[in-house]
Nanobody, 129 residues
Framework: QVQLVESGGGSVRPGGSHRLSCEVS????????IGWFRQAPGKEREAVSC????????YYTDAVKGRFTISREKDKATVYLLMNSLKPEDTAVYYC??????????????????????WGKGTLVTVSS
């Protein structure tokens, strides 16, 4: 059993910065990819950012490029999403997810929710004045 627990959600002012954390625990930390997805009220879930651990490459959806940064601790147990220049449209429940089956070992781009095997329950980020 693998558990992913997000934390750091809350209310943030437009233009502000905020950081989310994802703690990974359980069977192992040998995931092939790990990333963040989000779902805004009334909208479909979308990819935000991910890390492919094969070569430590990172990927971002166009909506957050230049504003968000994904990173992880050396021990692989904690993954972060630093969010800068936040906009009201960033308001969403943010989910952490990981690939343990190897999907992204063969497919470098890890912004596909279908390739993720374990998911956290999400944390709500509200951007408003």
């Amino acid at each position: 059993q693998v558990q992913l627990v997000e934390s750091g959600g809350g209310s943030v002012r437009p233009g502000g910065s905020h950081r989310l954390s994802c703690e990974v625990s359980g069977f192992s930390l040998d995931y092939y990819g790990i990333g963040w997805f989000r779902q805004a009220p009334g909208k479909e879930r979308e990819a935000v950012s991910c890390i492919n651990t094969k070569d430590e490459s990172t990927y971002y959806t166009d909506a957050v490029k230049g504003r968000f940064t994904i990173s992880r601790e050396k021990d692989k147990a904690t993954v972060y999403l630093l969010m800068n220049s936040l906009k009201p449209e960033d308001t969403a429940v943010y989910y952490c997810a990981a690939d343990y089956s190897g999907t992204f070992y063969y497919t470098p781009l890890c912004l596909d929710s279908d390739g993720m095997d374990f998911w956290g329950k999400g944390t709500l980020v509200t951007v408003s004045s």
